[in-house]
């Protein structure tokens, strides 16, 4: 049970998503977490504080007012006790309340009071949900590092569809469990993941990049914090959402990204290469955008970057160190060329430019390789495939670390 001794506070703001919190509870519980239930006045309008008195083993906290609350467990006691605090569901008015910092209940004043991660499964109508007001909340709470869980689309309680649906309590328990759990083969252990493409600027309109979607980096970060890993992910510009409990750091150009990885890499266990690094930097990158001229063609002088993989693995206290490869041809022989040359510990390569498979495709399929052998992982979606390979990587760290 990955959850074992984790105490998480539950918000319940007033929507008919209320309705489904008890279950929320229930699975929270089942996954090993202690659960202390606050409610808003709204909510006890939709579900009876019995309720979640019964599915908690607690009493429900409701009040900032109380002498009797505060001598059992007051917002200060809450806050400090909680190792999470979930607001699921969280109305417009719950996410207006925290985005402008109020504290006129008991809900509000104790995320404000907490030092714990905060996350919220916003739940409402989808007009209310898609209103700018709303979304400017979003952004204002994104900002400030609350974890936002959802909505889903679909079918609502008001008879009409989009985006504003409660995600599913088991969904939102899978979540929690993925910020707070501590089970797994990779507990305890460090992971660096770099992903995405480098960009690297010709002046301030214009740039060299490449095509990668950033896809396999963000499904191996997630993967490693699945099996209990503490993730960092270094991601070049991307848009995807960051998988949950995964510490994210942006970076645009190759050198930012040497940066961000040399800053970390003594401190961490295993380093995965998955981005996709610019070999070259234009040799100049011009303050303002070059201007065509009368001339039929430039030529732009470029410099070497980095190798960010051969220096993690070169140097001191190197973590394990893993590396990708996309070959066009001859696959495996490259590959294993740049596994010891770049002195890493395992590669994991594959074949570019055939369809449904590699760069922009949701399926791909590697080839492992380390110095005494390979596997091969079949084409699969991604998100599995990233499980195949953590799980190949934690066998293989773990048995260069005994040798
Ligand atoms: N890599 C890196 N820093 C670079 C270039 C690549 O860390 N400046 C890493 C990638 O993250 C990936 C691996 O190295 O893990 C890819 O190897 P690389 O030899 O750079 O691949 P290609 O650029 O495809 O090499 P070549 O052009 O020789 O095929």
Avoid at 115 to 125: D, L, T, W
Avoid at 182 to 187: I, S, Y
Avoid at 209 to 215: C, V
């Amino acid at each position: 049970m990955s959850l074992e001794g984790r105490r998480i506070v539950l918000g319940v703001s007033g929507g008919i998503a209320a309705y489904k919190a008890p279950d929320l509870v229930r699975r929270l519980r089942d996954a090993g977490a202690s659960v202390r239930v606050v409610m808003t006045r709204g909510a006890e309008s939709f579900v009876s504080p019995m309720t979640f008195q019964a599915v908690s083993g607690h009493p429900v906290h409701d009040t900032l007012w109380s002498a009797e609350a505060e001598a059992a467990m007051g917002h200060i006691d809450l806050a400090r006790w909680a190792d999470l605090v979930l607001v699921a569901p969280a109305t417009a008015n719950v996410m207006a309340r925290l985005a402008h910092g109020l504290a006129d209940d008991l809900l509000t004043t104790l995320i404000l009071a907490t030092e714990s991660p905060v996350c919220i499964a916003p739940a409402m109508n989808h007009q209310m949900w898609l209103h700018p007001a709303t979304q400017g909340n979003l952004t204002v709470l994104e900002d400030r590092g609350v974890a936002i869980m959802g909505p889903g689309a679909g079918d609502q309680a008001c008879g009409e569809t989009g985006p504003g649906r409660m995600l599913e309590p088991q969904d939102l328990a899978d979540r929690v469990q993925l910020l707070l759990g501590r089970a797994g083969t990779l507990a305890g252990v460090k992971v660096l993941v770099t992903a995405g493409p480098t960009l690297e600027d010709l002046d301030p309109v214009r740039f060299l990049g490449n095509r990668s979607s950033g896809k396999m980096g963000f499904a191996v970060a997630e993967a490693a914090r699945r099996l209990g890993a503490e993730v960092t992910l270094v991601a070049g510009p991307v848009s995807l959402d960051t998988p949950a409990g995964v510490e994210r750091v942006n970076v645009r150009s190759a050198q930012e990204m040497y940066a961000a990885v040399m800053q970390r890499a003594a401190d961490s266990d295993i380093y995965v290469g998955a981005a996709a690094v610019a070999d070259f930097r234009p040799k100049l990158a011009s303050e303002e955008k070059i201007k065509k001229g009368t001339e039929d063609f430039q030529t732009i002088e470029l410099v070497r970057n980095p190798d960010i993989l051969a220096a993690v693995a070169g140097s001191e206290n190197a973590p394990f160190t893993v590396g990708f490869a996309a070959e066009t041809s001859d696959v495996e022989q490259y590959a294993r060329g740049k596994l010891d040359k770049k002195k890493i510990d395992m590669i994991a390569a594959n074949r570019v430019g055939v369809d449904h498979q590699g760069f922009d495709c949701g399926d791909n399929a590697l080839t492992v390789l380390w110095n005494e052998g390979r596997q091969d992982l079949a084409l699969q979606p991604k998100s599995s495939l990233a499980g195949a390979l953590m799980q190949l990587v934690e066998e293989r760290f773990r048995t260069a670390r005994d040798e």
